[in-house]
Structures are given as C-alpha cells and as structure tokens.
T-cell receptor
Framework: SQTIHQWPATLVQPVGSPLSLECTVE??????LYWYRQAAGRGLQLLFY??????ISSEVPQNLSASRPQDRQFILSSKKLLLSDSGFYLC???????????FGPGTRLTVT | KQEVTQIPAALSVPEGENLVLNCSFT??????LQWFRQDPGKGLTSLLL?????REQTSGRLNASLDKSSGRSTLYIAASQPGDSATYLC??????????FGGGTRLMVKP
C-alpha cells in the first residue's frame, strides 16, 4: 500500500531564517506530487506541483520554492521566511491526471 | 477561474440525524470532484471521488452526488455519529493537476 510522509511535524522558525520541508511517498512510482498551504482564514491553496523529477510548476508567486530530486521526494524551501509564510503545509500525491489525490499528515509552520 | 463555495460553514446536529453538506462551483468543466475529511491539526482524508462522467459515489454511510450542469455537489451522511465530527472539504479538479478547495463545513455531531 502507498504511504506518504512529511517532516517535521511542527516547526517554529524566526523571520529571515531558511526553510526545508520534506515529503516522501512509498509504494508507488512516478507519482504526481503537490504542495498545498492551509493558512488561517484563507483555505487550502496549491503552491507547487510536479509530474516528474526536476519538473516543477508554480501556482502562486511567493517566497517559496520546490524541488524534486528523486521520483518520490518533494522538498519545499525558502531562503528567508516571512511572517506570512506561517501555516499548515500539506503534501499530496496522485497517479496520473484527474485522479484521486492523497494527502500527508502535514507540517505546522510558525514564523515568529 | 474556478471558485468553490461550501454552505453552511458550520453545522451542529444531534447523533443519529441524516445530514447534507453542500458544495457549489462556478466552472462546470471539471475532471472530477473530491470530498475530504479533516480532523483538527491533521491532514486530509479522501472520502469520495466523483469523476465528471459520474452522478454519484457511495462509501458506507456516505453518498456524494455531482450535478455539473448546476455546478453543485452534495455529501449525504446517514445516521450521523459523534465520530463524524470534523471539517469536510470539497475540491474541484479543473486542470488535471490542480484542486480548488471550498472553505469547508465544520460538523459537530452531539451525543
């Protein structure tokens, strides 16, 4: 069966510090991978998606970037965090287009 | 641009009641519509996926319907239980890869 992992589970970082969140999927090959953010009062928003290694599409211009160094690994990064980057970050995967998306447990990021 | 709305934003019902959660979307050219459950501080659990060619899907006490022409989907929960208390989110998939989420309905089922 397929499993999706995210770490860390929670993170508190000062403004201006770097960020690296990791997501890995087990039990499937060549998944589509997604990063979403859930911010208070703003709902869930797609940030990035990837259909293959090194292929990243950005949906929202912002202070964040994403990378996919391996087939089942997706990383969300920032060089300098802003207060507005606080939120709940969720990674998801699917197989092919227009198919069911499955979400990870999320990372709660608080920027102070 | 797709917009998804969920009404009501919050709902409180006594245990055992049947209930309906509503989801409306502005762009009917969707590939599919997905319903999720989210417990406080947790990730999303996929409940049901309805493809654009389907009218409804059922899983246990849950039934989801899709009417593309009217831009509506409903999630029906039969014989509600306290364990059903959570936030329920619907999301439309228009571009194959991108889910547009509604704001969610926070459900409380009282024993």
């Amino acid at each position: 069966s397929q499993t999706i992992h995210q770490w860390p589970a929670t993170l508190v970082q000062p403004v201006g510090s770097p960020l690296s969140l990791e997501c890995t999927v087990e039990g499937t090959s060549n998944p589509n991978l997604y990063w979403y953010r859930q911010a208070a009062g703003r709902g869930l928003q797609l940030l990035f998606y990837s259909v293959g290694i090194g292929q990243i599409s950005s949906e929202v211009p912002q202070n964040l970037s994403a990378s996919r160094p391996q087939d089942r690994q997706f990383i969300l990064s920032s060089k300098k965090l802003l207060l507005s980057d606080s939120g709940f970050y969720l990674c998801a995967w699917s197989v092919g287009l227009a198919n069911e998306q499955y979400f990870g447990p999320g990372t709660r990021l608080t920027v102070t | 641009k797709q917009e998804v709305t969920q009404i009501p934003a919050a709902l409180s019902v006594p245990e055992g009641e049947n209930l309906v959660l509503n989801c409306s979307f502005t762009d009917s050219a969707i590939y599919n519509l997905q319903w999720f459950r989210q417990d406080p501080g947790k990730g999303l659990t996929s409940l049901l996926l309805i493809q654009s060619s389907q009218r409804e899907q059922t899983s246990g006490r849950l039934n989801a319907s899709l009417d593309k022409s009217s831009g509506r989907s409903t999630l029906y929960i039969a014989a509600s239980q306290p364990g059903d208390s959570a936030t329920y989110l619907c999301a439309g998939n228009n571009a194959g890869n991108m889910l547009t989420f509604g704001g969610g309905t926070r459900l409380m089922v009282k024993p």
